[in-house]
């Protein structure tokens, strides 16, 4: 009693190490090496240096740019991650992240041209943690732009033993007069890409409905025939080489993304003051994983067309003197393209009929 010298050294430790403390430096080095060939197989125009450099360059008139402006954007994958990290399904999520920015990008007229990521997690588990930069890599291979520099970072006491989180960064260009939106007046029309599901909002509101259904992770999921954990899994699509081939054949005016806050949200972003959007909602089905999460959590319309993309990734605003040719154009390239609506003089979005 009354030594403060029992229990303890004296601030003194014999050969403490950044391993003993939880940092695994090798490992970080063995997963650059494990992700380069990945990396490179994004390499486009403009790319000037491999990955190790304390900075990435890229040289925009490799690119093809004479006078450009660079766009930029940042975003995550959210709670999704959580299915990903209980199911140990890791594969995709790295898309997701890819499509949350780029997709953003290309809303403003912008080519992506290049990406960096975030990696952060407790305690950095080789195998994961190269899948979900390989997802990275396969969403910037099939986006067309570059990995060419991120972040991982191992942080244990910050993160519980499995967990991680993702950020994204992207810029994209356009030459200088090019951006969007641009030239939206009433009568233009409103072309709906079909979403590949859920994409990665809303997920908050899917994981507490799972967890009120009764349904596991692992149970074959009543809309699909795969588990549910695989199916709420499905990553988030990625419209940018189409959209930028319907931007350059001309009439489009506007593109939005529909993420966080829905058709309901999102679409007001992209329409000048006075003018609103008329949307017919029996032009599509529902999807049938939106079908089961309004029924399993009781989703009024308005609450679902906030929350989820209710089966509409990505609205066109055409000229409507082109929006055949458009259609047309958009479906060449893989997408299901609805015609939702026109442009109309007031504000917001008016709904007609009823999701089925």
Known sequence: MGNSDIGHTN???????????????????ELVERIKPAAKATARAGVMAGLGGFGAMFDLKGAGYDDPILVAATDGVGTKLRIAIDTDNVATVGIDLVAMCVNDLVCQGAEPLFFLDYFATGKLKLDNATAIIEGIAKGCELSGCALIGGETAEMPGMYEDGDFDLAGFAVGAMERGQDLPSGVRDGDVLLGLASDGVHSNGYSLVRKTVEVSGYRWSDIAPFADETLGEAL???????????????????????????????????????????????????????????????????????????????IGMVAVVDARQAEALTALLEAEGETVVQLGRITTGGGVTYEGALS
């Open 11 to 29: 601030g003194k430790h014999d050969g403490l190490t950044y391993a003993s403390s939880g940092v695994d430096i090798d490992a970080g080095n």
């Open 233 to 311: 899994l499905a990553p988030t699509r990625l419209y940018v080489k189409p959209v930028l081939k319907a931007i350059r054949a001309g009439g489009v005016h506007a593109l939005a993304h529909i993420t966080g806050g829905g058709l309901t949200e999102n679409l007001p972003r992209v329409l000048p003051q006075g003018l609103g959007a008329d949307i017919d909602l029996t032009a599509w089905s529902l999807p049938p994983v939106f079908k089961w999460l309004t029924e399993m959590a009781n989703l009024s319309q308005s609450e679902l067309l906030k929350t989820f993309n209710a089966g």
